[in-house]
């Protein structure tokens, strides 16, 4: 019996991604995630710019690139056009969610938009060499912060999960990571779920991804998933920061 | 008995599952090359297999499969 074979939604071709890069875990789950809802035929994926940009070569579902940042307009358009027949997910990284792309996602999550954002954050600017990115640690060396990040001069990182869950719209945030087997499980939990989400039509889901970069964070593989866990989820805490569906039931 | 397959023309020697092996029975082949220039992850005892999938869930490449 086959207990771990490649998800069918995964095309069959090698990812560019550098060794240990932790995208090729979550493009995986996403994979896994439209096998097992067995949505397929009817999911449009919307790539990001920057190293994932080429996800639409990985899976086996329509897949449209939109420009830097604008993925969630992209995708509000798509989903729009034929709501009854289209889950439409977005895949972004953090120099595209979190930088030019900030209005795009704080209006499709504010109108609530039924689309499902897998967000990948590394805390670095990984396809254009490692600069410093809005989600970079303070102190955190990069190509353009080689003493590390000065808040007095760079400000502070964007926790997008927190700062989305002070809006009204959103129906579900929330902070995963792909550290470990554990967490890995977790975070197709909370992928699966995000994609639910939209097929019930309750709205914006965003699945916050702590990843890891090892080029340009200058660390081996393993060495980057233990800075992840030493130095990124102290600062980014995991947990659900809004499930409105689940509030209702509490209340 | 479990049984692991590996691709490992897909392997790009990155070592995470060698490291979420909780058998500790994965190796990166020193001795040998794969297609795209890394050493490739190679099983050293199947006996101790237990089949629990860790590695293949770590795998970024997806270049595991796993039987029981």
New interface residues.
Partial sequence: ???????KS?ADV??H?????????IH?LVAEVIDELGIEGKTIGVAPVGCSVMAYDYFNCDMVEAAHGRAPAVATGLKRSDPENHIVFTYQGDGDLASIGMAETVHSAARNENITVIFVNNAIYGMTGGQMAPTSLPGQVTQTSPYGRDTDHCGFPIKVCEMLSQLDGPEYLERVSVN??KN??AAKKAIKKAFENQINGKGFSLVEVVSTC?TNWGL???KA?EWLEEKMLPYYPLGVYKDRSAQKEGE | MAKVSFRT??C?????CV??CPKKILILAKDKINK?G?HPVEMTDQEKCI?C??C???????I?????
């Fill in positions: 019996m086959v207990v771990f074979e490649k998800p995964l090698p990812l991604y550098c060794p240990g890069c932790t995208h090729g875990i995986r470990n087997v890995i499980k090892p081996t593989p393993v998933l | 023309d897909f790009k020697g990155c070592g995470l490291e979420a795209k890394h089949g999938a860790f293949a869930t770590m795998c970024p490449d997806c595991i499969t796993v039987e029981r």
